[in-house]
């Protein structure tokens, strides 16, 4: 993996915010406002309760933010689970195999599977922190040993934020002072990574228990011999699918309803094209 450098004397110092170069500054400045603006507001909008303006309720909210949350991992294991696990059950139906077979099959493939997946993130996962530690060990020895260009950047980089003047060099000889806080808004602004460190192992965990959890639902009624237990399975993995996708809406602009049945159109077609295709062979 090439090794990530740069120059610091003056010619290279914007070689991040060259497009800063095609607009005046109040013009970037305005830019940026209305881009944190709309950030904002929409972090706003999709908050679904009203949150608490007390100083304490402001710190510990600010701290949560910082932990990260593993949305994206629960939703991807609980689709995948419950859409894998559900084209099985249409795909041995369709084919008028035995109920055994949908049992075997389904657990053979909530277990096996579900391990591919959330090994697959672990993996991933731990590559995007190793790159993140690559990254903070290259800002640290260019802070050390190229202050001057660093100290620039993190001026430009307070500038498109819209500060200018004394608070301008104030903020920077305030933030430079704290090195860690210094790499954080080098993180964020120059390599546009999270705030929150990625965490393997429980991202790992959060797609394998969503896996399980999803894919259990259309082999429940085949374990526990229900009659009718196709279309029973076929009503409640609509429902989770359904549950899934309003789940996500919490976390997003979008009405509950339509992201549910957004969700649920996407499984549907997974378990339709199972089922045509394993009929074929009945």
């Known amino acids: 993996m090439p090794k990530i450098e740069c120059g610091h004397d003056q010619t290279l110092k914007a070689r991040s915010f060259s497009n800063a170069s095609q607009v005046t500054k109040s013009d970037q400045v305005e830019i940026d406002l209305a881009q944190r603006s ?53 795909g041995v139906e369709g084919a008028g195999l035995a109920p055994s077979v949908i049992i075997a099959l389904g657990i053979a493939n909530i277990l096996a599977d579900g391990f591919s997946m959330a090994a697959g993130n672990f993996a991933g996962t731990r590559a995007e922190l190793d ?12 802070m050390r040993d190229h202050r001057k260009g660093e100290l620039e ?13 004394d608070v301008l060099d104030q903020a920077v000889q305030a933030i430079s002072a704290d090195e860690g806080r210094w790499l954080d808004i080098m993180l964020t602004d120059e390599y546009g990574l999270s705030r929150s460190e990625p965490n393997p192992s429980k991202a ?14 259309p082999l429940f009624p085949f374990v526990v011999g229900l009659n009718d237990a196709f279309y ?40 339709l094209i199972a089922y045509l295709v394993a009929s074929l062979f009945r």
């Open 153 to 165: 950047e993190l001026r430009q980089i307070l500038e498109m934020r819209g500060l200018s003047g």
């Open 232 to 271: 029973i399975s076929i009503g409640a993995t609509g429902i989770t699918f359904f549950l899934i996708g309003a789940l996500k809406a919490r976390w997003s602009l979008a009405p509950w309803w339509k992201s549910g049945l957004e969700t649920l159109a996407i499984g549907a077609t997974a378990a």
């Open 38 to 90: 709309t950030s904002r507001m929409r972090q706003n909008l999709s908050m679904a309760d009203e949150h608490g303006h007390a100083p304490g309720e402001i710190a510990e909210r600010l701290k949560g933010r910082s932990n990260g949350n593993h949305l994206k991992d629960t939703v991807y294991g609980g689709i995948d689970g419950a859409v894998t696990t559900f084209a099985i059950v249409a």
């Open 131 to 142: 790159d993140r530690k690559r990254i903070i060990s290259v800002e640290k020895r260019h």
């Open 204 to 217: 790992a965990l959060a797609t394998f228990g969503a896996f399980l959890a999803a894919g259990a639902v």
